[in-house]
């Protein structure tokens, strides 16, 4: 690993748990953290791709495990969280990536009246579910430590709604953003543990993001959102929690 980037070393030795971190947010994430001098742990579903997320971090000379993990299967993320605490002795961080739209990630087309009640569940467990679910499996080691920070993903979605086709991913955001980030904050400070959650609005991580309408004229840089969660998971953030942050370009204002 490059000297140079290891400049920032507050994060040197910490534990961070990426879901999702097989492409997207998520492996970006990964890293920029594991630049940091963190000991990462990538979570995904998809068994091939986390390879080779988890290969060109290590290859870059990152401290980088994988663990295959479906976030709708508790018993899956207890197994993952087991093998980090073997493997690292700590759980610092969690970065809740693991997400997305149920319409684009299975082509639907139905209109809300006639969408398929399974892809409504997988949109719902996925989304909103899953980060309920890892949190709850790694919350007791962070209590043992009296310190941690937990990271959601929401979306400028589940500030705006999306219509019907996008109604369990706004809904499930929605429900991440708000109700489980400040329970969460509320349950955790007494033991040391930061919450927050970070809405992006769009992000160059897809194309299509581009079109979408800012205040600013433009879509995200996908580093510009790392920058922030960075921010968030460091000491200079030690007096947030408890907090959602639009980072949207002021798209929110647009509708105000």
Same mark, same amino acid.
């Given at each position: ?12 030795? %910490?534990?961070? *748990? ?31 791709? /986390? ?5 060109? *971090? ?22 993952? #969280?087991?093998?980090?605490?073997? %493997? ?14 149920? @319409?684009?990630? @299975? ?22 579910? !899953? ?11 962070? *209590?043992?430590?009296?310190? !941690? ?6 979306? *400028? ?5 999306? !219509? ?31 919450? #927050? ?6 992000? /160059? ?10 205040? /600013? ?38 509708? /105000?």
């Amino acid at each position: 690993m490059d000297e140079k980037l290891l400049l920032n070393t507050e994060l040197k030795g %910490k534990t961070v *748990i990426i879901t999702g971190g097989a492409c997207g947010m998520g492996f970006l994430s990964g890293k920029r953290f594991a630049e940091r001098g963190a000991n990462l742990v990538l979570t995904d579903v998809n068994a091939e791709a /986390l390879e080779r997320a988890a290969a060109e *971090i290590t290859g870059a000379g990152g401290n980088c495990i994988s663990v295959v993990t479906d976030v709708r299967d508790f018993n899956q993320i207890t197994a993952a #969280c087991k093998i980090t605490m073997e %493997k690292f002795g700590s759980i610092d961080v969690l970065i809740n990536c693991a997400g997305g739209a149920s @319409f684009r990630i @299975f082509d639907v087309k139905q209109e809300f009246k006639d969408y398929p009640i399974d892809i409504l569940d997988w949109g719902i467990d996925v989304n909103l579910k !899953g980060p309920l679910y890892f949190t709850r499996a790694v919350i007791g080691q962070m *209590i043992a430590q009296k310190s !941690g920070v937990i990271i959601y993903l929401g979306s *400028i979605t589940g500030e705006e709604g999306g !219509g019907g086709s996008a109604a369990d991913y706004s809904t499930a955001k929605s429900g991440i953003m708000y109700g489980l980030t400040k329970s969460m904050a509320q349950y955790g400070a007494p033991f040391g543990i930061r919450v #927050c959650c970070v809405s992006p609005g769009p992000v /160059l991580t897809r194309s299509a993001m581009a079109k979408m309408k800012t205040l /600013l004229g433009r879509a995200a840089e996908p580093h510009e959102i790392v920058d922030f969660i960075e921010y968030l998971v460091s000491d200079k953030a030690a007096f947030i929690t408890g907090v959602n942050y639009l980072i949207d370009g002021g798209r929110h204002c647009m509708s /105000l």
